[in-house]
């Protein structure tokens, strides 16, 4: 049990200091300006757990990283797809607004693949793979989760307030270059790997 709690407790302060500034949690406070802030938590949450699982059985198991060069290429053309539709807005009925308050899948389900799809080859989850490699991987399983929704949690919150201080035009604008900014680093990135 202790070595748990001490793996949990390691994995939880490197992942958290890691995802400070991380484009992951630029994504957080990107969403939360769009999507209910519990909606950006869940879809982060479900994620991260299945990101960071793999992970650990990767560092646990096999030791090896995946190829992350055609991954950051598929998530960039993702980004870039959120971008123009952000860039685009979207403008509701009144019912529409009333249906989409109730929605909460197609939200969860854009921030948890775009999650998944930005952690893969991330530099927390090859963190998470390395301390899979020499603590219990329960723990780091659990702290490496659990760090990375702290830190975007954070994210969420600094991105809601921002959100009830700036007008819509400029966060809609402002979200679609942070996509596109994304996408672009996440393209040099697989570009990278892949030469």
Do not use: C
Not at 15 to 31: H, P, R, Y
Not at 130 to 155: E, N, P
Not at 162 to 169: D, F, M, N, V
């Amino acid at each position: 049990m202790a070595d748990l709690w001490a793996a949990f407790l390691v994995s939880f302060g490197v992942i958290f200091v890691a995802e400070l500034g991380d484009k992951s949690q630029l994504m957080a406070l990107t969403f939360a300006t769009r999507y209910k802030a519990w909606h950006v938590i869940l879809g982060i949450t479900i994620a991260t757990t299945v990101v960071h699982l793999a992970s650990v059985a990767i560092g646990f198991g096999l030791g090896e990283a995946l190829p992350t060069g055609w991954i950051n290429i598929v998530a960039a053309v993702a980004f870039f797809g959120f971008a123009a539709w952000t860039w685009r807005g979207d403008t509701l009925t009144d019912d529409e607004k009333s249906k989409a308050e109730r929605a909460t899948r197609a939200a969860v389900i854009a921030v948890g693949t775009a999650f998944f799809l930005a952690e893969l080859g991330d530099k927390t989850m090859l963190a998470t793979i390395t301390l899979a490699a020499d603590h219990d991987w329960l723990g780091v399983w659990l702290g490496s989760t659990v760090g990375m929704v702290a830190a975007d949690a954070l994210a969420i919150v600094v991105g809601r307030y921002l959100g009830q201080r700036l007008p819509e035009r400029l966060i809609q604008y402002g979200a679609a270059a942070l996509f596109v900014l994304f996408g672009i680093w996440l393209l040099i990135e697989g570009i990278a790997e892949l030469t």
